[in-house]
């Protein structure tokens, strides 16, 4: 088991920032860890993902400009900064990480709420 934990969600108002984080073990460096949201009667779905090397990141349409996914110097966190954020985002933000040689994401957190009031 990987253990991925996230954390940093919240309340807040449109227009306004959150960073939420995602911090896993040091082995999660080699792993590609993307941000999936889920919201009320929706499917989850892939947000951000950035892989092993420089310059793999991936951004969903609705979001690029505004969100921005990244790992800390130790590389056993992954950031997820949103700005500008709309009702629309709001979600259960889940971090979850694709161990090398694997087909799809196969590690999960538990999920951090992100609520963004009109």
């Known amino acids: 088991q990987v253990p991925l934990v996230e954390s940093g969600g919240g309340l807040v108002q449109a227009g306004e920032s959150l960073r939420i984080s995602c911090k896993g073990p040091?082995?999660?460096?080699?792993?590609?860890v993307g941000w999936f949201r889920q919201a009320p009667g929706e499917e989850r779905s892939l947000v951000a993902s950035?892989?092993?090397?420089?310059?793999?990141?991936y951004y969903v349409d609705s979001v690029k400009g505004r969100f921005t996914i990244s790992r800390d110097k130790t590389r056993d966190t992954v950031f997820l900064q949103m700005n500008s954020l709309e009702p629309e985002d709001t979600a259960v933000y889940y971090c979850a990480g694709k161990s090398p040689g694997a087909d799809d994401y196969n590690y999960w957190g538990q999920g951090t709420q992100v609520t963004v009031s009109s």
């Open positions: 040091r082995t999660l460096s080699s792993f590609v």
């Open positions: 950035i892989g092993r090397g420089p310059g793999t990141t």
